[in-house]
Structures are given as structure tokens and as C-alpha cells.
């Protein structure tokens, strides 16, 4: 079974502040990849996934993220954040043979003038 | 755009009541998830339809909850009674993909944020 440990629940951040939002996975297969964002009484929506090939995956919104396999990790990364950017962050793994997602807890980005 | 439409909104209810939920893909999309997401937590899968068939429902509290897809588009979620620990955001999904693929991206709707009181 997969799991995914997102260590930080909140993110503060000044504007034109770099962001890195952590995530950390275990599984024993191979996995899929996936970091989305919730903003207030909103669904989910995909900044970008992982599937293969490059490790530096770009996505929307001036967001990338980079696969780590020997670190188990999926770290969220950009370099230079908007007052818009203030969200919930979820980073979420698939076994590569089933679509079912498991999320970690989520991360708050708060981001402040 | 296409997006995934989900009614109601918000819903309050007592406990020991019922309560449904709905939720309609984008269109021509295979797959369909119900999720919940408790306060503070993430989304967990409750349930997984392949067109009008169950694919994964390991996850759903099968003496309260029922869901059912029946002509493989538009799907309702049901609780049965209600419980306080119900309260939460409940979440539909759909993706393209019909063999339900893994890696296939899901498109979320809104959401329906229950209170049981």
C-alpha cells in the first residue's frame, strides 16, 4: 500500500518569496505522482504529475516539481509566489496499476504582502 | 470548459436523517470517484465506478452508504442514517480514461459540504 507524508501543514511566505512545499511517499511498486490545489469551498484541481521520463516535471501556474527516487520524494517548488497562490496543496501517489489516488494531509500556503 | 457539476452545495441535516448527493462527469469521461475529505484532512476514496460498474468500494461504509451509477453517466451518493462523523466535503472525480488508468488525471467538482448536527 502507498502512503504520502506532507511534514508541513503550513507555509508561510511573503510575495516574490521562493516556495518549497515537501512531499515524501512509500510505496513498493512503482508510482505516479501527482500534487494538486484546493482553493476555499473549491474541488481539486491538477498543477502537474509525474508519470515518467524527466524528473523535472513543469506545471501550471509557474509550479514544478522534481521525482527523487533515492529520497522518496516529490517536492513542490516556485520560484516566486502570488498573493493567488494562497491554498491548500495536496500531494497524492498511484501504484501505476490502479487510477485510485491516495493524498497526503495537505499544506496551506499562506502567502502575505 | 467542461466541468464536474455536483448538487447541493452545502446541506444540513440531522443525524438519522438521509441525505443524497449528485454528481454529473464531463462528458464522455469512463470513470467516476467519490471521495470525502474530512476537515483538515485529505481526500480518501469512498468509491469507483467503470461506467455503471463498481470498481473499487473497499473504502465505503456499506451499512449507511450506498452508491450507484446506473446508465454510467450521472451518479448519487447516499447516506443512510446520517451521523455526526459524517460531516464532511464530499467530493465527485471523473477521467477519461476506460480501462481506468493509472496515471489518467481526475477532474474534480466543487463539492457538497455536509453538516450533520
Known amino acids: 500500500a502507498q502512503s504520502v507524508t506532507q511534514l508541513d501543514s503550513q507555509v508561510p511566505v511573503f510575495e516574490e518569496a521562493p516556495v518549497e512545499l515537501r512531499c515524501n511517499y512509500s510505496?513498493?511498486?512503482?508510482?505516479?505522482l501527482f500534487w494538486y490545489v484546493q482553493y476555499p469551498n473549491q474541488g481539486l484541481q491538477l498543477l502537474l504529475k509525474?508519470?515518467?521520463?524527466?524528473?523535472l516535471v513543469k506545471g501550471i501556474n509557474g509550479f514544478e516539481a522534481e521525482f527523487n527516487k533515492s529520497q522518496t520524494s516529490f517536492h513542490l517548488r516556485k520560484p516566486s509566489v502570488h498573493i493567488s497562490d494562497t491554498a491548500e496543496y495536496f500531494c497524492a501517489v498511484s501504484d501505476g496499476t490502479a487510477s485510485k489516488l491516495t493524498f497526503g494531509t495537505g499544506t496551506r500556503l499562506q502567502v502575505t504582502l | 470548459e467542461a466541468e464536474v457539476a455536483q448538487s447541493p452545495r452545502y446541506k444540513i441535516t440531522e443525524k438519522s436523517q438521509a441525505v443524497a448527493f449528485w454528481c454529473d462527469p464531463i462528458s464522455g469521461h469512463a470513470t467516476l470517484y467519490w471521495y470525502r475529505q474530512i476537515l483538515g484532512q485529505g481526500p480518501e476514496l469512498l468509491v469507483q465506478f467503470q461506467d455503471e460498474s463498481v470498481v473499487d468500494d473497499s473504502q465505503l461504509p456499506k451499512d449507511r452508504f450506498s452508491a450507484e451509477r446506473l446508465k454510467g453517466v450521472d451518479s448519487t451518493l447516499k447516506i443512510q442514517p446520517a451521523e455526526l462523523g459524517d460531516s464532511a466535503m464530499y467530493l465527485c472525480a471523473s477521467s477519461l480514461e476506460d480501462s481506468g488508468g493509472a496515471g489518467e488525471t481526475q477532474y474534480f467538482g466543487p463539492g457538497t459540504r455536509l453538516l450533520v448536527l
Open positions: 509525474y508519470l515518467s521520463g524527466s524528473t
Open positions: 510505496s513498493s511498486v512503482s508510482v505516479y
